[in-house]
């Protein structure tokens, strides 16, 4: 099972991810932790990705491809992998379709996570409280929502010809996501 999720920044794409990657047993690749751990590490990726997190910016397209065209190909992803926050843009999309291409693999669905954005930025902005993230204040929430809709939700039209996209409502409880997003695959 080899899935996209795909949403704006707050909606809870992390928290749905962990309990669907419970259920189908498969690995979940949040591209905004690996870097959070590039940057923590300190490592050459990490040194090149910083400047852009902190200013709500996207990383360039190619550092994400090589990123995750080496993730990819681990034993873990072979069972299977629920990709959250990657592809954010159009050339993304393009490149991770030539890796599966390249792997002889297909996805299973894109599942598009939608909510209201001014919800979105009050429970950001509440996070940001907590979380000790440096790009979660509430100008660059701003910038992070701006930067989803130009670049990552053309991605619905792009995978709008594929039949993969399944739309689902991400107001409810974690609970209630969790059983809409897994009615959707099943
Ligand atoms: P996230 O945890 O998904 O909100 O990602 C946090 C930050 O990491 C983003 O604001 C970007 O700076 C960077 N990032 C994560 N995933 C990607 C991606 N697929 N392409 C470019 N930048 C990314």
Redesign the pocket.
């Known amino acids: 099972m080899k899935l996209v999720l795909l949403g704006p920044?707050g909606v809870g794409k992390g928290t749905q991810a962990t309990n669907v990657k419970e259920h189908f047993g498969i690995v979940h690749l949040?591209?905004?932790?690996i870097?959070r751990g590039e940057v923590k590490a300190n490592s050459e990726l990490g040194q090149k990705a910083k400047s852009?997190?902190d200013a709500?910016?996207?990383?360039p397209d190619e550092l994400?491809l090589k990123m995750m065209e080496i993730r990819l190909q681990q034993p873990d992803c072979e069972p299977g992998y629920l990709l959250d926050?990657?592809?954010?843009t159009i050339p993304?999309a393009e490149g991770l379709d030539n890796l599966l291409t390249g792997l002889g693999q297909n996805l299973a669905a894109v599942v598009s996570l939608t909510a209201d954005e001014d919800e979105l930025v009050k429970r950001l902005v509440l996070r940001g409280e907590t979380s000790g993230r440096s790009?979660d204040t509430p100008k660059v929430i701003r910038d992070?929502q701006e930067v989803y809709r130009q670049q990552t939700e053309p991605l619905l039209e792009y995978y709008a010809s594929t039949d993969l996209v399944k739309e689902v409502d991400g107001i409810g409880t974690i609970e209630e996501i969790t059983q809409r997003i897994l009615a959707v695959l099943n």
Not at 30 to 33: C, P
Not at 56 to 59: E, F, R
């Open positions: 920044p949040s591209t905004g932790d870097l852009f997190m709500g910016k996207l990383v994400l926050g990657f592809p954010r993304q790009d992070r």
